[in-house]
T-cell receptor
Framework: EAGVAQSPRYKIIEKRQSVAFWCNPISGHATLYWYQQILGQGPKLLIQFQNNGVVDDSQLPKDRFSAERLKGVDSTLKIQPAKLEDSAVYLC?????????????FGPGTRLTVT | GNSVTQMEGPVTLSEEAFLTINCTYTATGYPSLFWYVQYPGEGLQLLLKATKADDKGSNKGFEATYRKETTSFHLEKGSVQVSDSAVYFCALSDQGGGFKTIFGAGTRLFVKA
């Protein structure tokens, strides 16, 4: 079974520029997550989708970050405009469903450097 | 709110040594508990999990027991190998938190030959 795919793997941009990340979850997984992982910290949930609806986006900086999940499959996360503090690894994960004990499967991540 | 606290690293051990990585949690409800591992250059992957009190999760020689009385989920392995060098994350997911997964800060393990 194919895993969670993400692209690009690395991105370097200047502050105030925009950037977009793409994620393709495991086939059949209803739940998709975007996390931000700053160096030396654990992943922090930015947004969670159940099929193509948003379940939780309480920690998404909505003035600059946006995300969508078209047709309940692929997802994109956009940052516009980027700030220096957005430098991090952005992880996409998916799970079969949401609930007690469901395992999340993670993609390799996109390392973003904002200069 | 829900939170996870794990011991700071890095932890450096010699091969075949005993490993313990401490993890304690705070949760409003009755969470599921997880250990995820991130090997160098790879993505996060589930190592083991436990969904109720006194459950023991195990995988690849690692074990962790869900202790509700001490709100802990410590990771142990009897004999580590160089290939176990990685970053280990303790995490919880709780219905009271909408099943949002909360991760600890991670503990980096180095195993020397």
């Amino acid at each position: 079974e194919a895993g969670v795919a993400q692209s690009p793997r690395y991105k370097i941009i200047e502050k105030r520029q925009s950037v977009a990340f793409w994620c393709n979850p495991i086939s059949g997984h209803a739940t998709l997550y975007w996390y931000q992982q700053i160096l030396g910290q654990g992943p922090k949930l930015l947004i969670q989708f159940q099929n193509n609806g948003v379940v939780d986006d309480s920690q998404l900086p909505k003035d600059r970050f946006s995300a969508e999940r078209l047709k309940g499959v692929d997802s994109t996360l956009k940052i516009q405009p980027a700030k220096l503090e957005d430098s991090a690894v952005y992880l996409c994960a998916s799970s079969l469903d949401v609930g007690r004990g469901y395992e999340q499967y993670f993609g390799p991540g996109t390392r973003l450097t904002v200069t | 709110g829900n939170s996870v606290t794990q011991m700071e690293g890095p932890v450096t051990l010699s091969e075949e040594a005993f490993l313990t990585i401490n993890c304690t949690y705070t949760a409003t409800g009755y969470p599921s508990l997880f250990w995820y591992v991130q090997y160098p250059g790879e993505g996060l992957q589930l190592l083991l999990k436990a969904t109720k009190a006194d459950d023991k999760g195990s995988n690849k020689g690692f074990e962790a027991t869900y202790r509700k009385e001490t709100t802990s989920f410590h990771l142990e392995k009897g004999s580590v190998q160089v290939s176990d060098s990685a970053v280990y994350f303790c995490a919880l997911s709780d219905q009271g938190g909408g099943f949002k997964t909360i991760f600890g800060a991670g503990t980096r393990l180095f195993v020397k030959a």
